[in-house]
């Protein structure tokens, strides 16, 4: 079975541009959560999606959005990039997002560099 | 709220040596406890979870992790490090009270993350 894909694998963008990037599941699975990851910051919940619906949210500003398509494919937007943006993106995937059954299975990431 | 320390950003071990990356939490309840490994240019992988059960909970690649509740710890331990074992560790909580639709599902809460050196 393939594993959790993310495209694309890195970027560039410049101050104020917008991103989007793309996260495809594990067949199967229904939930998407994405995460940031910075070196000062570490690893932190950006929000969570279960068919269509975004389920949970964590405490990132408005620039950050999110949305999933019918086959659970998600993606993250991401507006007015700012220097700060600069983090690795990691998207995992589980069945059904409960945590006592489920394992969520990360993506290697996507590299994003704001210049 | 729920939080995780990891104790010791770096820990460096010579190769065959005792492994132990300290993980401890906060939490209201007992929380659902798990540990991802993290390798150079990868996303993160589980080693190992605790949900119920036996409190000593085997992984892969011969880790393991004991859930202590009196303190509020759940270390990760391999009896002898191999130099494959070189990564980034993160131990991870997640609310016990996260049922489907409840609001709290499919969020982790990390830890900051070890570096494991293994020197030859």
């Known amino acids: 079975k393939a594993g959790v894909t993310q495209t694309p694998r890195y970027l560039i963008k410049t101050r104020g541009q917008q991103v989007t990037l793309s996260c495809s599941p594990i067949?199967?699975?229904?939930?998407v959560s994405w995460y940031q990851q910075t070196p000062g910051q570490g690893l932190q919940f950006l929000f969570e999606y279960f068919s269509e619906t975004q389920r949970n949210k964590g405490n990132f500003p408005g620039r950050f959005s999110g949305r999933q398509f019918s086959n659970s494919r998600s993606e993250m937007n991401v507006s007015t990039l700012e220097l700060g943006d600069s983090a690795l993106y990691l998207c995992a995937s589980s069945l059904l997002g409960g945590p006592s059954t489920d394992t969520q299975y990360f993506g290697p990431g996507t590299r994003l560099t704001v210049l | 709220a729920q939080s995780v320390t990891q104790l010791g950003s770096h820990v460096s071990v010579s190769e065959g040596a005792l492994v132990l990356l300290r993980c401890n939490y906060s939490?209201?309840?007992?929380?659902?406890l798990f540990w991802y490994v993290q390798y150079p240019n990868q996303g993160l992988q589980l080693l190992l979870k605790y949900t119920t059960g036996a409190t000593l909970v085997k992984g892969i690649n011969g880790f393991e992790a004991e859930f202590k509740k009196s303190e509020t710890s759940f270390h990760l331990t391999k009896p002898s490090a191999h130099m494959s074992d070189a990564a980034e560790y993160f131990c991870?909580?997640?609310?016990?009270?996260?049922?489907?639709?409840?609001?709290?599902?499919?969020?982790?809460?990390f830890g900051q993350g070890t570096t494991l050196q293994v020197k030859p």
């Open positions: 991870a909580v997640s609310d016990r009270g996260a049922v489907y639709g409840s609001g709290n599902t499919g969020k982790l809460i």
């Open positions: 939490s209201s309840v007992p929380p659902y």
């Open positions: 067949s199967g699975h229904r939930s």
